[in-house]
């Protein structure tokens, strides 16, 4: 049996950021940096690696550490020839520069290459492995024959395609505010080199092909433009470049008929807040930065993000959400949902954990705004009063030991699910929750949603709460879709809620489901739908 596919797709302990997926002989391998769990700092840990079947992309297995930020000259690894100049100290065990977002592709001779940059340094190195998740070793650092480094953009978030034609490293930083020190330098965008096939030799100059904010001004990326992230992808005839925009918490894309670009900007792919989507003004979660690629995994194409959790922007999982590719290769936006990678809906029956909220918010919706982060060395600052966000706590039965769950879902708080398909039989719901409160069970909306169940805890200890699905509250949806349909809110636009159904028959069809906390404060760590 297949395994379902959730956002995050990773479990619920992993926070890998940045995702780069790649299908190799049949298996999706995500590429990515590495948060730690409660993290306080972007990417403090070394990379790892998880893979699943190409037709079961549901059942993701660790492939374990493959590399280490120690491995890098520039943190005092062994190297033979003359280091780059980075203007910095060299990195210590003590106080290692960290692995930033890294991408890997398959290179002409059959072996596997890892491109990274580490923080701050404006040099991007490259790692080989014979295996697309086994041990990679430092090869070199990206630059021309003679050793220098060209000095046009930023050397960070690099991408990396390999085909017949070439092989193309995309880069850069284009940020509104300059460092100090950086004022009058130009950022064009995303940047783009062509590399001999030794895949570390620069052999082109580089060329701006997304731009960025010195140099949107007047061109079609002036209201989105280019701020960091790149990501490239062949997908038919087009070439997709993939890039985060200076709003952050969105995922932008160009198109181009060749590798070398330019790249015209066609709109935004994803927003980790939903921001944008259907015109949507207000977030439906808590945003912060976004990194990620489209993938062809099957007959589906998918675009990987992600999302924040504890609060702050350290702790960050991977998610995916399936695209729809229209016959001029232009992507509609799509909505972030619970299901990412699961190929529809998800079953309204057994056991789900909270923490697969795709909708999270508090009672202002216009406070729903950036997660909590700090500079470099900075402490952490303390939480929003009303915020309610996912986290964990220990539990010997656990997994890993850690219980996870959505922590102060205040009064008019609400946690959100997409999708579900109901098939009737549904009849009654479990919550696991802690706290004093009281909340209701709704469909399709957080604030006009048709009431299915209550529930009411006072606890300080987790309680399970049942309650029947209340008899009359469901609605029959008209135009249910396929269960081959996409999990995403466009797919189910002729299934909406009409609203003028027979009272007798249960709730039937896809819905999402979101626990409407009506008064106190609550944690909630799973549910349960019940069948007769």
Not at 260 to 268: I, L, R, S, T, W
Request: charged share 25%; net charge negative; aromatic share 12%.
């Amino acid at each position: 049996m297949k395994a379902l596919g959730l956002n995050p797709y990773l479990p619920f302990w992993e926070t890998v950021p940045d995702g780069e997926p790649h299908v190799f002989d049949g298996r999706v391998y995500i590429f990515g940096s590495h948060d730690k769990l409660r993290g306080t700092s972007f990417c403090e840990d070394d990379y790892v690696c998880w893979s699943a079947p190409a037709d079961d992309p549901g059942n993701w297995r660790y492939e374990g550490v493959i590399y280490r930020k120690m491995q890098d000259p520039l943190n005092g690894a062994p190297y033979e020839k003359e280091l780059p100049e980075i203007g910095m100290p060299l990195g210590t065990e003590e106080n290692p520069h960290l692995l930033y977002a890294p991408d890997v592709t398959r290179g002409p001779d059959g072996r596997y290459y890892l491109y990274y940059a580490l923080d701050f340094v404006n040099v991007v190195s490259v790692a080989v492995c014979d295996t697309p998740a086994g041990q990679y070793e430092f090869l070199d650092f990206v630059r021309r024959e003679d050793g220098s480094i060209p000095d046009v953009g930023r050397w960070f978030d690099p991408a990396i395609l390999s085909e017949e034609s070439g092989n193309y490293l995309y880069y850069g930083f284009a940020p509104e505010f300059k460092f100090p020190g950086m004022e009058d330098v130009i950022f064009p965008g995303s940047m783009m080199v062509k590399l001999a096939d030794d895949m570390h030799t620069i052999i082109s100059e580089p060329k701006c092909v997304a731009n960025g904010v010195d140099t949107a001004k007047g061109t079609a990326y002036e209201e989105h433009p280019f701020f960091e992230a790149s990501s490239i992808r062949k997908i038919g005839k087009w070439y997709y470049l993939v890039y985060s925009s200076l709003q952050g918490n969105e995922l932008c894309y160009g198109m181009a008929d060749t590798p070398e670009g330019p790249f015209a900007y066609k709109g935004v792919i994803v927003s980790n807040g939903d921001l944008g989507y259907r015109g949507n003004t207000l977030a439906v979660n808590y945003t912060g930065n976004n990194h990620g690629g489209l993938e062809v995994i099957g007959d589906k194409v998918y675009i990987f993000w992600h999302r924040h959790t504890h609060g702050t922007a350290f702790s960050r999982q991977g998610c995916a959400d399936e695209v729809r590719i229209a016959e001029d290769g232009t992507i509609p936006q799509i909505e972030i949902t619970s299901c990412g990678l699961n190929g529809g809906p998800l079953p309204a029956k057994g056991t789900y954990k909270s923490y697969i909220a795709c909708h999270i918010t508090e009672a202002d919706r216009k406070n729903v705004g950036q997660v909590v982060m700090a500079g470099p060395g900075e402490a952490v600052p303390e939480l929003p009063e009303q915020m309610p966000y996912i986290t964990e706590e220990a539990d010997e039965a656990g997994e890993k030991g850690l219980k996870p769950y959505i922590h102060n879902l205040r009064s008019g708080a609400a946690a959100g699910f997409k999708y579900f398909r109901f098939d009737g039989n549904e009849s009654r719901v479990r919550l696991k929750l802690r706290g004093t409160g009281k909340a209701e069970l709704r469909l399709d909306s957080p604030d006009s949603g048709i009431v299915i169940a209550d529930a009411e805890v006072d606890s300080a200890d987790w309680e399970n709460v049942e309650a029947d699905l209340q008899a009359g509250a469901g609605v029959r949806l008209q135009g249910v879709p396929d269960q081959s349909a996409a999990c995403t809110g466009e797919s189910y636009q002729s299934a909406a809620c009409t609203g003028a159904s027979d009272q007798d028959t249960a709730c039937m069809g896809v819905h999402a489901l979101y626990l409407c906390v009506t008064d106190g404060n609550i944690d909630f760590a799973e549910f349960e739908i019940q069948s007769r």
